[in-house]
DNA sequence: CATCATGTAACATTTAACGTTGCATGATGC
DNA sequence: GCATCATGCAACGTTAAATGTTACATGATG
């Protein structure tokens, strides 16, 4: 298994919402990304809390959009979804006594320090918007739409 | 646990048994580093294949350095030591089919793959020999050397 | 008030890294 | 030659983090 898909996944659900234009339930969501509705509300509550999106209960209920889709980019998202671990590599001990551990974490966490930043401001200057409006070109030249119908956005 | 330690561990051990200057067992290098002897030949036997370092059996035996330090960079042997995952994040699928997957995809897969270029550069600029003199100028300062001791280089 | 949908805690599953055991092979020293 | 040391390696056990699942509470709609 992937080691941590929360951005990819949580990046999808949104344009999927996007899309939609009305409440989309936790159980369409997940049914159009092969998971769990459970699995789903636990992604959006992190982006509910910033107010990224709403959720309502009861009838007719569900998730929309509720930001400014130009207004909010990879960056904000991945830290709503708690900031995950970016690398799969790193040291063994974190406060160690060995003074050769120490010169070789020094020379490795430099390198992962300026890997982090150039990933986090490459983040930060892709909007929701702009996938969406990838997407869009891609729905221009091809016709399906991942067994997920977007409902009036025909 | 953190999730891949190869690359850092088998920077611990390659400078331990470059302080040597003898064949140094598996057991007191797993000792050094607070591991088993097995999962630390597991770790040298890449290095072994591209001969930087040699391995000996019998009295007498264990590891010693085959190479020139100035001449392996921490790439060479992130790359022996099997070239393990960078990223602890990742896409759900691989080969969607879904437009919206792929767009988002994209992006994510654009800004992972500069980051590890940029990563990859790094590690090829810095060589063993460098990591070694960082190692010496902080024995320099203080004493303590991480329970091993390096033998003859008192 | 029946139904729908979210909120959330608790538990189960899965996967990859890491650890451990056991035994084979080869080198050294007597 | 033989005991001992050390690596080589396969097979299995352990563990931690991400994800999946179940169960039940809460609130909204018709």
Redesign the interface.
């Known amino acids: 298994m992937?080691?941590?898909?929360?951005?990819?996944?949580v990046?999808?659900i949104l344009?999927?919402m996007a899309?939609a234009g009305r409440p989309v339930t936790s159980e369409t969501l997940a049914g159009?990304?092969?998971t769990n509705p459970v699995v789903l509300r636990r992604l959006l509550a992190g982006l509910r809390e910033r107010g990224f999106v709403r959720s309502e209960k009861g009838h007719g209920g569900g998730w929309t959009i509720a930001c400014d889709l130009s207004a909010v980019t990879?960056r904000d998202v991945y830290e709503a979804v708690g900031e995950?671990?970016?690398?799969?590599?790193?040291?063994?001990s974190e406060a160690?006594?060995?003074?050769?551990?120490?010169?070789?974490?020094?020379?490795?966490d430099?390198?992962?320090d300026?890997?982090?930043t150039?990933?986090l401001d490459?983040?930060g200057r892709?909007t929701l918007a702009?996938?969406?409006a990838?997407?869009r070109e891609?729905?221009a030249s091809?016709k399906?739409?991942?067994?997920?119908d977007a409902g009036d956005a025909a």
Do not use: W, Y
């Open positions: 992937m080691r941590d898909s929360k951005l990819s996944g990046l999808h344009l999927h899309e159009a990304m092969g990879l995950p671990t970016i690398f799969a590599m790193g040291n063994r160690p006594g060995c003074l050769v551990e120490q010169a070789v974490n020094g020379a490795l430099d390198a992962f300026e890997a982090r150039l990933l490459r983040f892709v702009a996938l969406s990838d997407f891609r729905m091809r399906s739409r991942c067994g997920f």
